[in-house]
C-alpha cells in the first residue's frame, strides 16, 4: 500500500525554526502496513529526516495511534518507533 495523501498532514509544527517538523497520518491501513518501508515514498520531498508522524490507524485489527521518526534517503522514506 501507498499513502492516501488526503489523510496526510505535512508539516503541521516546526515549519521556519529548522527543527524538526510534525506531520499526521490516518487511515484504515493496520500500523504495521504503514510503518513499512516505502509507504511515505510518494511525500519523500516533504520529509527531511528527524522528522516525527503521528499515525492513526483505524484497522480493526492492528490498529491503533502512534508516534513514529522518519527517515529519508533519496526518496524512500521508513519509520522507527517511538517509545
Request: charged share 10%; hydrophobic share 35%; glycine share 14%.
Amino acid at each position: 500500500m501507498t499513502i492516501d495523501t488526503k489523510n496526510w498532514s505535512g508539516n503541521i509544527a516546526g515549519v521556519g525554526f529548522g527543527g524538526p517538523m510534525m506531520h499526521t497520518y490516518s487511515s484504515s491501513d493496520t500500523l504495521a502496513t504503514i510503518a513499512g518501508s516505502g509507504y511515505f515514498n510518494s511525500v519523500a520531498d516533504e520529509i527531511t529526516t528527524g522528522d516525527v508522524i503521528y499515525v492513526y490507524s483505524s484497522a480493526a485489527s492492528g490498529g491503533g495511534g502512534k508516534m513514529y521518526r522518519m527517515t529519508r534517503t533519496v526518496n524512500t522514506v521508513t519509520l522507527t518507533a517511538l517509545s
